[in-house]
């Protein structure tokens, strides 16, 4: 059963950092696509970042460019995101999401999110 | 970045009637070599992670119900509620996977009349 959960969030002042966690299992995390996806409280989804399904490529939102940096280990099946200089527009859950069965980026698979609130 | 416009904001559908959302991307996502549009269909009831249903614009995802459907070609799609139940009050998005960053759309919130 593939599993997705988050950690890392909490309350940080603006221009603070953050690193999220997403711990996986169920599957071969090193062979699959993985993204975060983020969405502010009562408003819709943003996709945030991604690694491509060999992990030799990674992919940004305009909206986090230079500010995010998203990684992972594949000895600890856990994918990350780095967050830098953060704004209050960043405040939102996070998810992490598994791409799709063919490896594309579609996403069958979320965990719960984690919630981060930048505010002073 | 490609730009997901979905229509319309809400939706208030009878019980047993059908709803259509629809979907319009700023530019293709149909990649030619394989013919395939790399669009996706999720819903998200409140306090959930976003639920998949459709991925390759009509392929319905496994456990999904048949009343779901999806359609459309290029720039322009359609999500389609054959038969409207009340387990499927939530907010609906498009998504596409053409080209990172992987858009969505801003949400269709569908409700019973």
């Known amino acids: 059963e593939v599993q997705l959960l988050e950690s890392g969030g909490g309350l940080v002042q603006p221009g603070g950092s953050l690193r999220l966690s997403c711990a996986a299992s169920?599957?071969?995390?090193?062979?699959?696509?993985m993204s975060w996806v983020r969405q502010a409280p009562g408003k819709g989804l943003e996709w945030v970042s991604g690694?491509?399904?060999?992990?030799?490529?990674?992919y940004y939102a305009d909206s986090v460019k230079g500010r995010f940096t998203i990684s992972r280990d594949t000895s600890k099946n856990t994918l990350y995101l780095q967050m830098n200089s953060l704004r209050a527009e960043d405040t939102a859950l996070y998810y992490c999401?598994?791409?799709?069965?063919?490896?594309?980026?579609?996403?069958?698979?979320w965990g719960q999110g984690t919630l981060v609130t930048v505010s002073s | 970045d490609i730009v997901m416009t979905q229509s319309p904001d809400s939706l208030a559908v009878s019980l047993g009637e059908r709803a259509t959302i629809t979907c319009k991307s700023s530019?293709?996502?149909?990649?030619?070599?394989?013919?395939?549009?790399?669009l996706a269909w999720y819903q998200q009831k409140p306090g959930q992670p976003p639920k998949l249903l459709i991925y390759?614009?009509?392929t319905r995802e496994s456990g999904v119900p048949d009343r779901f459907s999806g359609s459309g070609s290029g720039t322009d799609f359609t999500l389609t509620i054959s038969s409207l139940q009340a387990e499927d009050v939530a907010v609906y998005y498009c998504?596409?996977?053409?080209?990172?960053?992987?858009?969505f759309g801003q949400g269709t919130k569908l409700e019973i009349k």
């Open positions: 999401a598994k791409g799709g069965y063919d490896n594309s980026g579609y996403y069958p698979y």
């Open positions: 169920g599957f071969t995390f090193r062979s699959y696509a």
């Open positions: 690694f491509s399904g060999s992990g030799a490529s990674t």
């Open positions: 530019q293709s996502v149909l990649y030619s070599s394989n013919k395939k549009n790399y």
């Open positions: 390759w614009t009509s």
């Open positions: 998504q596409q996977y053409y080209s990172a960053p992987h858009t």
